[in-house]
Structure formats: structure tokens, C-alpha cells
């Protein structure tokens, strides 16, 4: 059925945004203006994303019940995760390690090369340990107390910004507005101060931030699918507050202080 494929469309639509906006982002000195197929693969990858979360949303109830009963049957990949995460020191360490060997190698040919692939390695080894950490089996820790806060207004505001209810959260969101204010800064002639020439008056520069963001964009995508999905054979589970409090604590600092950096670029171009 259809829905079946919807989380996997969902992805895809993600990963057109953040391909296309970090292609832009990091292409910001190179380009006088960019050409329409940037906003057409930008629209694309918003489309598939909402069009993945109206099949999902629609088929939801029905979902739900064909998930409870066969629940107990067939294969879980998540037994193959469970095991990845309790293995995650010894398996990261070893990733590490070969990667850094890596780099070194590839330096001695090709410093810059080296270097322009740091970024995206990190960016992996996050999206990898942020797919493990969701894709778990949360165990007891997702029969803990409850930790929402007691004041109506503050769970009317949870509510709004829970990422397993939907997969439009404030880092997608924000991301969109710095990779169009990009692309419209070139189609209307002026230019933007990145600071990635090593004079940021910033803890970090926009684009660090924009690759921030698209770590989370990832995150919350992982949380909306396994909530009401099965997943590269992973089955459907229901996801603690834990997770999504850590969430919303990395939004605060990486949606907050990008935030700031990118109003500050615009007032200050």
C-alpha cells in the first residue's frame, strides 16, 4: 500500500531540501545568482515532504491497527540496532579511527581535500548516532515519570512542536528561510557578510549553522517516521517524551543561536 512507501518518501523529500540548501550554502561566494532547477529541487524536496506527511496522516488509524496485529510477528531490525547501540563506543571508536586514517592519507596527496571532506563526515557520523539513538528500543526508560511541564500554555506549545505528531519542526523550518534568503539575496543584487573567511564575529558562521540544522531536520524526521511507520524493517514504536526533550533542548541552542546569526547577517549585510 501506499503509505507503506510514505516514510520513505518523506525522507527523500528531507533529503532534497538539505542537499539543495547545503549546496547553496556552501556555494554562496561562487555564484552571481542561482539557476531556477535550485528553486525547483527546493520545492520538489517541500512537496514530497508534505505529500509523505498527508499519506501518513490519512492513513494513520489504519496504521495503527494493522501494526497491533501483527506486532508480534516477522522480523525486527530493531534487535540489530539494540545491539549496535549497546556497541556504540567500541563501533564509534573503530569509525573514528578509520576515518581519521583516512583524512590523514588523503592530506598528504590533497590538504584541501582533507579538509572540505570533514564537514560531511561529521555531518554522517551525527546522522548515524542520531538514527541509532531514535531506531532503539527505548526499554524502561520510556516507562519513566512523566516529564511534561504542568502549565496548560507550556503543554499547548509542546504539543505544537511534538516531532512525533509531525515532521515540520522549527530546524527544517528555520533552514528553509536561510537557504531562500540566500538565493533571493542573489536574485535581487545584494550580498550577505558569512563570515567564513575566518573574521566571524560569531561563535560559529551561517553556513556551520545551516549544516547544524540539517542534523536536526534528520533527527526529528527519524522520530515522526518511527512513530507511526515501519522502517528499513524496524517496526513501529511508540517514542518516550526523553527523546523528544533532547530535541528540544539541541533547538535551543543550535535553532537559537542560528537564528540570531542569520537575523544579524541580514540587518548587517
Known amino acids: 500500500m501506499i503509505y507503506k512507501a510514505a516514510p ?41 515532504t508534505i505529500i509523505a506527511y498527508l499519506i501518513i496522516q490519512h492513513e494513520r488509524r489504519r496504521v495503527t ?22 556497541q556504540k563506543e ?38 548515524g548516532f542520531s538514527f541509532l539513538y531514535i531506531m532503539k528500543d527505548e526499554g524502561e526508560d520510556k516507562e519513566g515519570e512523566d516529564i511534561q511541564p504542568k502549565s496548560h500554555k507550556i503543554r499547548y506549545l509542546l504539543r505544537q512542536i511534538d516531532y512525533r505528531e509531525h515532521p515540520f519542526s522549527l530546524a527544517l523550518i528555520l533552514f528553509i528561510m ?18 567564513t573567511s575566518g573574521n566571524s564575529n560569531y561563535v560559529m558562521s551561517l ?26 524493517g524496524i517496526r513501529q514504536a511508540n517514542q518516550g517524551d526523553d527523546k523528544v526533550m533532547l530535541i528540544h533542548f539541541a533547538e535551543i541552542i543550535i535553532c537559537g543561536a542560528t537564528f540570531l546569526i542569520w537575523i544579524m547577517t541580514l540587518v548587517l549585510h
Open 90 to 127: 567500541k563501533v564509534g571508536g573503530r569509525l573514528i579511527v578509520f576515518f581519521l586514517v583516512t583524512l590523514v592519507i588523503i592530506s598528504i596527496f590533497d590538504f584541501g581535500v582533507a579538509v572540505s571532506l570533514l564537514q560531511p563526515i561529521l555531518f554522517l557520523g551525527f546522522l
Open 207 to 232: 553556513p556551520d549553522g545551516a549544516w547544524f540544522l540539517a542534523e536536526l531536520v534528520f533527527a526529528c524526521g527519524f522520530i515522526y517516521i518511527i512513530q507511526h511507520c515501519h522502517f528499513f
Open 8 to 48: 520513505y518518501i518523506l525522507i527523500i523529500g528531507l533529503l532534497i531540501i538539505v542537499s539543495d540548501g547545503l549546496w547553496v550554502v556552501d556555494t554562496y561566494d561562487s555564484y552571481v545568482t542561482y539557476s531556477k532547477e535550485t528553486y525547483i529541487y527546493l520545492v520538489l524536496g517541500i512537496c514530497l
Open 178 to 195: 536561510i537557504v531562500l534568503s540566500f538565493m533571493l539575496s542573489k536574485h535581487f543584487g545584494f550580498e550577505l557578510s558569512l563570515g
Open 65 to 86: 491497527q494493522t501494526i497491533n496485529n501483527d506486532s508480534g510477528t516477522g522480523k525486527d531490525n530493531r534487535v540489530f540496532i539494540n545491539k549496535m547501540w549497546r
